[in-house]
């Protein structure tokens, strides 16, 4: 059953089809929200950037906006 699967796959090219239109999904999603995701990446960056600070000994900024 698995050998009939994989070649069935591989006949149709399921899975590159699926791939293509996963990617086409999420690059609309990305082009709608790119603002918001590109907030999201900043606020990522500050808190990867207390983290380290924190681990390192060093006193991060009080920031009471970021959570």
Known sequence: MAVTDIQC???????????AAEAALQNA????????LAKARAETA???ARAK???AG?????DNTAR
Do not use: N
């Not at 999603?29 to 918001?36: K, V």
């Not at 060093?58 to 009080?62: F, L």
């Open 9 to 19: 796959k591989e006949s149709t090219r399921l899975v590159q089809k699926w791939t």
């Open 29 to 36: 999603a990305i082009g709608a929200h790119r603002s918001d």
């Open 46 to 48: 500050r808190s990867v």
């Open 53 to 55: 600070d924190v681990l």
């Open 58 to 62: 060093r006193d991060a900024p009080a």
